[in-house]
């Protein structure tokens, strides 16, 4: 399941819900800007139900202005299986960000991961790209449409 909001929606509430069964595997890719006053929130739900089931659910968003992100996905492992989840963010001015993952093992042969960051545009990326000719914006815009890609 790929889920995209690209700015222009004041306020949105997301909610996934996905039960997998033997060998069955749910993927979640969720790409997310937000500006001004927006606000989002995502919440997820994988019950890793069946024997060699996987979940893997990959997010990435920007924040910026006076905007705020809530991010709480939350993977269960009731059996032998494997899942991923993966939650990276740029901030910006005086945005708001707040991830809040759950990983809950019910079983010894569960292995459940998660990766989270925030954080700024790296100063040297945007003075790379402006060596090369564009402004600071340009950079900016450059280095989030790739982010979000």
Same mark, same amino acid.
């Given at each position: ?128 790209? #402006? ?5 600071? #914006? #340009? ?11």
């Amino acid at each position: 399941m790929d889920t995209a909001q690209i700015g222009g929606i004041d306020d949105t509430k997301r909610y996934t819900k996905f039960v997998c069964g033997a060998g069955a595997e749910a993927v979640i890719t969720e790409r997310l800007m937000t500006d001004g006053d927006q606000k989002a929130t995502s919440e997820m739900d994988i019950i890793l139900d069946g024997e060699d089931s996987k979940g893997r659910v990959i997010s990435r968003s920007v924040a910026k202005g006076n905007s705020s992100q809530l991010f709480y996905p939350r993977m269960t492992g009731n059996t032998k299986c494997f899942g991923h989840v993966q939650c990276d963010s740029i901030i910006m001015g005086s945005a708001k960000i707040r991830s809040i993952p759950e990983i809950a093992a019910n079983s010894t042969e569960a292995q459940l991961i998660h990766e989270a960051a925030i954080g700024k545009i790296a100063g040297d990326q945007l003075l790379k790209l #402006e060596t090369l000719g564009l402004t600071e #914006e #340009e950079a900016e815009d450059r280095i989030l449409k790739g982010f979000l890609a």
